[in-house]
């Protein structure tokens, strides 16, 4: 790797982290000696990059630096544009067309050296197929999610059951088939997902949940690392039996 290249990765750990960056974790993940980091943090400095900290503390990079919003790696490039493929062929019609305004934005701006990346990449995503269509605006979902509103539901389930159900959505998961709406439930007072294409109508209430969307999707993950840890839990125990 170029000095310059290093250096600028250097940036990018330290603008990524959300602790100080030791020098082991810089070298190891550049894959250099901990004395060179040493060397490119004191250039960086050097350089009036705002970097602060100490050998056996870590760096931080202060909040206020900002480099030009474009200066991508090759392997950045590389990741932006499989994301985008990936959206552009499952995501819902207004999150295709952004992904695929991103990638033409991409293009316009790197380098020319760089375009083949773009124009040609090595790496790809496989056509959606058999992808169920949503039946409530995913856009406005969007919209409630952010603004933290309640919205109320006719849903059918796995049986063909129909309920009405009145929701506080947290996020939306996008997947090969089929598209959900994870939210809180207030018919069963709990976290449920629902298929968007099982949703039967739709109306977006102006009622707010009376807590931050940020507090909700906390509780939500929380809620989710919990299950999953009980699903380990029960597959150890199994295991165990069985042995």
Known sequence: MRRADRLFQIIQILRRASRPATAADIAAELEVSQRTVYRDIADLIGQRVPVSGAAGFGYVLDEAFDMPPLMLTSDEIEAAILGAQWVAGRGDPVLAAAARDLIAKIAQVTPERLRPFIADPSIGT?????????AIDLTRVRAWI??????????????????????????VGFFDRA???????????????FRTDRVIAAEFLDETYGCRPGELRFRWKRHMDERHAARMAALAAEARERG
């Not at 496989?126 to 949503?134: Q, S």
């Not at 598209?179 to 997902?193: G, H, K, P, V």
């Open 126 to 134: 496989r056509p959606a197929w058999n992808l169920a269509p949503d």
């Open 146 to 171: 952010r603004s933290g509103r309640k919205i109320r539901i006719d849903y059918q389930d796995l049986k063909g059951e129909t309920t009405g159900r009145v929701i506080w959505p947290v996020i």
């Open 179 to 193: 598209r959900t709406l994870a939210a809180w439930c207030e018919l069963r007072q709990d976290f449920r997902s």
